[in-house]
């Protein structure tokens, strides 16, 4: 995702519990150039007719170039682009510019510093807004972020014990999980 970003890209974030169909749709709408996926994925969007990418060929061999990216992002680039649920017809693709998401880290910063030592979490899928604070709102200020994976999220008493094994200290969460 930073790479996306720093690139001057937009995500557009597919999960894949999603069923093919609004998968298919979203990669359409969004008029995606680049599909960035897991080889496990790759045939449910055989139809996608722009450059793939496997991430797990990424993940193997030498590492490339680790110079730091040149920004090519601005204030006014995309940041990412998230469907609604559809609930009331086809899904709408909702684009988020960089400076909606860095007022938003700065008024949280705010409003809810982070102290020392702190560590937050991530545990919403990439397909819902809270998602871009878990993973960019500790980051950015230098502090670490314990990532959850879907069925510890999913099951209260196991995410309380994850969560206090791993001592973390911050997340967002919606009221019924609470």
Request: with cysteine; net charge positive; glycine share 8%.
């Amino acid at each position: 995702l930073l790479a996306i970003l720093k690139a001057g890209g937009a995500y557009v974030p597919l999960d894949p519990s999603y069923p093919d169909p609004r998968l298919k749709f979203m990669l359409a709408d969004s008029q995606a150039a680049l599909l960035l996926t897991q080889a496990k994925y790759a045939g449910r969007m055989a139809e996608f007719t722009g450059k793939k990418i496997m991430i797990d060929d990424l993940l193997r061999g030498p590492a490339r170039n680790m110079a730091n990216l040149k920004k090519h992002a601005s204030a006014e680039n995309a940041f990412c682009v998230i469907y609604t649920s559809g609930s009331t017809g086809t899904p709408k693709g909702v684009v988020a510019l960089h400076r909606g998401a860095l007022n938003r880290f700065a008024w949280m910063w705010r409003s809810y510093p982070f102290g020392a030592g702190e560590k937050s979490c991530q545990k919403t899928s990439l397909s819902f807004v809270d998602s871009i604070w878990e993973i960019f709102g500790a980051l950015l200020q230098g502090l670490p972020t314990v990532i959850v994976g879907d069925w510890t999220a999913r099951d209260p008493d196991l995410l309380a014990e994850y969560l206090s094994q791993r001592q973390v200290t911050r997340l967002v969460m919606v009221p019924s999980l609470l």
